[in-house]
Each structure stands twice: as structure tokens, then as C-alpha cells.
T-cell receptor, first 111, second 113 residues
Framework: DSGVTQTPKHLITATGQRVTLRCSPRSGDLSVYWYQQSLDQGLQFLIQYYNGEERAKGNILERFSAQQFPDLHSELNLSSLELGDSALYFC??????????FGSGTRLTVV | GENVEQHPSTLSVQEGDSAVIKCTYSDSASNYFPWYKQELGKGPQLIIDIRSNVGEKKDQRIAVTLNKTAKHFSLHITETQPEDSAVYFCAATTNTGFQKLVFGTGTRLLVSP
């Protein structure tokens, strides 16, 4: 157990739908990062939050959004889903000493 | 921004052999270089990291070397075992805390018994 909790582990939904992925960071970590990993692909950075505020944005689609709440958990919202959004979505958390701790991911399948 | 290239994409070795994975980075300001191991169905796990003030770091069968001048760093695994089979990612980031990691494209290592 890495200490970073992601729910749900698996999600199957239809095209056009909206889903919310949740991440609880490791205790004491203020920063949350979201990454997308498509089949046999690398880790694509989506967005970063630090203590509730957006810190950096990567290649995140306009259909996607995220937020970090006062208790530091984060949610990634994916809307108007397309088949190509099917992927593993990872959350990682960090506390400023550069190293990330990843969660076990949410596998999203869009049918 | 930072760009990290990783080679090879696939590496097959026999148990007991050594494996080397190489990465290059583009941003000379980067000074933290972690390596992650991702097993099937799991999230990436940090296995070793190196900061720019050292040239080499070892942890049992795993070592990482850094050449700042050439802007490349490598992961060395000695005496490979079947359980080393996984996808390995290198990454780089700059020295300003909480900066996002930029990952390489990954190397699939297969260790055959």
C-alpha cells in the first residue's frame, strides 16, 4: 500500500457520459498530480494541485477538469467521454522532496 | 520545457545478466532524476533516484549514473531475476520543489529464467 488511495479501481461507462475519479494523497503530502496512461503508452501529465490551488497544467483536454479540496483529496472529472479516453488514470502525491508516490490507478473503459 | 527520451523501448535478458536503460534530458536546469518500476496492473513505484550533485548511486543490485555534461542518466540492474520483469520509467524535474516530473516513454524489461 503506497498510501495514495484511488477510487474506483475500475470504471466502465458509455460514450458521452461523465465520470469522477477520486484520489486521497499520502498523509502529509500537499501536492497532487494526475497522469494518464493509455495502452502501452507512457505517463502523460494532466494537471497538478498544491494545497488546493492549481499549480501546473499539462496536456489536459478542455473536457477534463480537476480540483483539490480543503482536506487535500482531489477529483478528476472527465466529461463527454470518447472511446479514446479509455486509459489508466494515476494520481500521485508529493511533499516537496521531489519524489512522487503513485496510487494504483483507475482503469477507465469507455464503450 | 523538459523532454526526456528513453531507450531501449524493450529489453530482453537472461536471468543473471545485467540490464542497462538509458535516458537523456533536455533541460539543463533539471537536477532530480528518479526511476520508477511499474508491474502489470499496478502504479509506478519509485525504486531509486539521483540528484545532480552526485554522479552515481547504488542500492543493492540497482545503480543509477548521471552525466550532467552530456545530460544523460542510466539505470543498471545486475544479476537480473524474473521478478525484475516490468516496465521501467525514468523521469526528470527541476530544483524548485513540487515541480512536475517529466517521464520517459518507458522500457519493458523481460528477464527469462
Amino acid at each position: 500500500d503506497s498510501g495514495v488511495t484511488q477510487t474506483p479501481k475500475h470504471l466502465i461507462t458509455a460514450t458521452g457520459q461523465r465520470v469522477t475519479l477520486r484520489c486521497s494523497p499520502r498523509s502529509g503530502d500537499l501536492s497532487v498530480y494526475w497522469y494518464q496512461q493509455s495502452l502501452d503508452q507512457g505517463l502523460q501529465f494532466l494537471i497538478q494541485y498544491y494545497n488546493g490551488e492549481e499549480r501546473a497544467k499539462g496536456n489536459i483536454l478542455e473536457r477534463f477538469s480537476a480540483q483539490q479540496f480543503p482536506d487535500l483529496h482531489s477529483e478528476l472529472n472527465l466529461s463527454s467521454l470518447e472511446l479514446g479516453d479509455s486509459a489508466l488514470y494515476f494520481c500521485a502525491s508529493g511533499r516537496g522532496d521531489y519524489g512522487y508516490t503513485f496510487g494504483s490507478g483507475t482503469r477507465l473503459t469507455v464503450v | 520545457g523538459e523532454n526526456v527520451e528513453q531507450h531501449p523501448s524493450t529489453l530482453s535478458v537472461q536471468e543473471g545478466d545485467s540490464a542497462v536503460i538509458k535516458c537523456t534530458y533536455s533541460d539543463s536546469a533539471s537536477n532530480y532524476f528518479p526511476w520508477y518500476k511499474q508491474e502489470l496492473g499496478k502504479g509506478p513505484q519509485l525504486i531509486i533516484d539521483i540528484r545532480s550533485n552526485v554522479g552515481e548511486k547504488k542500492d543493492q543490485r540497482i545503480a543509477v549514473t548521471l552525466n550532467k555534461t552530456a545530460k544523460h542518466f542510466s539505470l543498471h540492474i545486475t544479476e537480473t531475476q524474473p521478478e525484475d520483469s516490468a516496465v521501467y520509467f525514468c523521469a526528470a524535474t527541476t530544483n524548485t520543489g513540487f515541480q512536475k516530473l517529466v517521464f520517459g516513454t518507458g522500457t519493458r524489461l523481460l528477464v527469462s529464467p
